[in-house]
């Protein structure tokens, strides 16, 4: 068993395809930093590593999981959003630890592995 202390942070994805996406994004983006104590990513705006869509990113401490969570499951605004730990485990954390809040999406896990083997 893995203890939960080796969860330095958690991440979130959050994920558009169109214009109207990334507006809905931008307004959910507006709100976590309004709301919690979250660091906030840059915008990709074509696929970046194992997404498979553009994104950006949120970053949060394992304490505000219960806070952050569930209001992303209730205000996610129909976008699909990845989270999952950071432990230092890139693949695991991604491929095994991961949850999805709406659609979930094939990652490139091949850019993780390669990564994996270069370290």
């Known amino acids: 068993m893995t203890d939960t202390d080796r969860i330095d942070a958690y991440h979130a994805h959050v994920y558009f395809r169109d214009t109207r996406e990334r507006e809905a994004a931008a307004r959910v983006r507006d709100q976590l930093a309004a709301r919690f104590h979250v660091q906030l990513g840059h915008w990709h ?11 950006y990113q949120v970053a949060f401490a394992p304490e505000e999981f219960d806070r952050i969570v569930p209001w992303l499951m209730l205000n996610r605004a129909g976008l699909t959003i990845l989270l999952h730990p950071e432990t ?23 850019v993780l592995e390669a990564a994996a083997e270069s370290a």
Do not use: T
């Open 45 to 55: 705006e074509r696929p970046v590593g194992p997404h498979p869509l553009p994104m």
């Open 88 to 110: 230092g485990e890139d693949m695991e954390d991604h491929r095994d630890r991961s949850m999805w809040l709406g659609e979930r999406l094939e990652l490139d896990l091949s």
